[in-house]
């Protein structure tokens, strides 16, 4: 089955402890992308990547860091979390031919507390 | 200034009534432009693209673009409580290869 997969599905952590958030895609997808989602702001992009080891900053990336050492993994990390970043974290996954870039296949999301 | 603005909702529609969502954007340069459909709890997912004026139909769905007056649409005709929702409208950003967001509209099926 064609599919993102996340891992954690939901995290409790305390502030300043280092955390990954694992993604993984079965599709041959180049593009990859986080998104975080909080109620009234909608979904706000991280990072995304275009192909393996090419990275760029979506318009919230303080505080996160990705890599993209193989196309089917993009994980998150989160050097020293804080409250702040308590959200809804989804991956996506998109080919990167023409359009097709943006119709985007989205994990099940990952719900992280930071307290 | 939000670039993609919808009405947050929630919009209430009796079953079988045509639900109308509408979108707007500041960026007259987007080309596409797309809705995606997100269930409480769950992760969105692509339900229509659209590229050129005009509409574009696919079952009970109908998405409708105006770049003149920067609008997008999307009518969901006999609308079934399963379409309870979450839509989100998103169009892409001329300066990279990025997805500007709405916050989405909930829409509301009402038996």
């Known amino acids: 089955e064609a599919q993102v997969t996340q891992n954690p599905r939901y995290l409790i952590t305390v502030t300043g402890k280092k955390l990954t958030v694992t993604c993984s895609q079965n599709?041959?997808?180049?593009?990859m992308s986080w998104y975080r989602q909080d109620p009234g702001l909608g979904l706000r992009q991280i990072y995304y990547s275009m192909n393996v080891e090419v990275t760029d900053k979506g318009d919230v990336p303080e505080g996160y860091k990705v890599s993209r050492k193989e196309k089917r993994n993009f994980p998150l990390i989160l050097e020293s979390p804080s409250p702040n970043q308590t959200s809804l974290y989804f991956c996506?996954?998109?080919?990167?031919?023409?359009?097709?870039?943006?119709?985007?296949?989205f994990g099940p999301g990952t719900r992280l507390t930071v307290t | 200034q939000k670039e993609v603005e919808q009405n947050s909702g929630p919009l209430s529609v009796p079953e079988g009534a045509i639900a109308s969502l509408n979108c707007t954007y500041s960026d007259r340069g987007s080309q596409s432009f797309f809705w995606y459909r997100q269930y409480s709890g769950k992760s969105p997912e692509l339900i229509m693209s659209?590229?050129s004026n005009g509409d574009k139909e696919d079952g009970r769905f109908t998405a409708q673009l105006n770049k003149a007056s920067q609008y997008v649409s999307l009518l969901i005709r006999d609308s079934q409580p399963s379409d309870s929702a979450t839509y989100l409208c998103?169009?892409?950003?001329?300066?990279?290869?990025?997805?500007?967001w709405g916050a989405g509209t909930k829409l509301i099926i009402k038996p």
């Open positions: 998103a169009v892409n950003s001329r300066s990279n290869y990025q997805l500007i």
């Open positions: 996506a996954s998109s080919p990167s031919s023409g359009r097709a870039i943006y119709e985007q296949y």
């Open positions: 599709m041959n997808h180049e593009y």
């Open positions: 659209i590229y």
